[in-house]
């Protein structure tokens, strides 16, 4: 079984400071760990993806997320957050040799104040 | 490239009835993936197709089926309608079956039952 816990179901925080949004996995084996980002009444835009290799990886809109193997975290990060990045964020896992459904946590929405 | 087209993009339906909604995927993707957004449940997955087969699918009830044609589209079904039904339904296509590809999400179809 695979599993993905997003500990905070709100985060805010001013625009231009750094953001992190916290997700952590459970799975047996090698995981392959998504970022998506939705806005309202919109469907999931994917922002990055970690499958192999450098702990630290870059995606769209200058998101990047670190993985940690040892705490089973892959947190998402921008340097300097914008109003525009108000939305809800899903972490996601799939685990190797497993079907290919994505498992999702439960959302943590971002709100980026002016 | 257009992306992923869900349709229609809003549906209201009577409980007891029956519903089809429609995804065409991004061109050359083969694999199409739905998924089902609730406030209660978050994100879960229904099925996924590949190549006119189901390859996989998610715990919910014969109600829910699907098939996908020879150019990729794809379709899902839901009869007999219960008022838990109403939710996003949201569809995803990828190139392949390889689990390291990331999946393109449409808009989704947000299906009302009363």
């Known amino acids: 079984a695979q599993s993905v816990a997003q500990p905070e179901d709100q985060v805010n925080v001013a625009e231009g400071n750094p953001l992190t949004v916290k997700c952590t996995y459970s799975?047996?084996?090698?995981?392959?760990l998504f970022w998506y980002v939705q806005y309202p009444n919109r469907g999931l835009q994917f922002l990055l993806k970690y499958i192999t290799g450098d702990n630290l990886v870059k995606g769209s809109y200058g998101f990047e997320a670190e993985f940690n193997k040892s705490q089973t975290s892959f947190h998402l990060k921008k340097p300097s957050a914008l109003v525009s990045d108000s939305a809800l964020y899903f972490c996601a896992v799939r685990r190797e040799g497993s079907a290919r459904q994505l498992t999702f946590g439960s959302g943590t929405q971002l709100t980026v104040l002016p | 490239k257009a992306g992923v087209t869900q349709t229609p993009r809003y549906l209201i339906k009577t409980r007891g009835q029956q519903v089809t909604l429609s995804c065409s995927p991004i061109?050359?993707?083969?694999?199409v993936s739905w998924y089902q957004q609730t406030p209660g449940q978050g994100l879960q997955f229904l099925f996924e197709y590949f190549s006119e087969t189901q390859r996989n699918k998610g715990n919910f009830p014969g109600r829910f089926s699907g098939r996908q044609f020879s150019n990729s589209r794809s379709e899902m079904n839901v009869s007999t309608l219960e008022l838990g039904d109403s939710a996003l339904y949201l569809c995803?296509?990828?190139?392949?079956?390889?689990?390291?590809?990331?999946?393109?999400f449409g808009q989704g179809t947000r299906l009302t039952v009363v």
């Open positions: 799975v047996s084996g090698n995981p392959y």
């Open positions: 995803a296509s990828s190139t392949g079956t390889g689990i390291r590809t990331e999946a393109f």
């Open positions: 061109s050359g993707h083969r694999s």
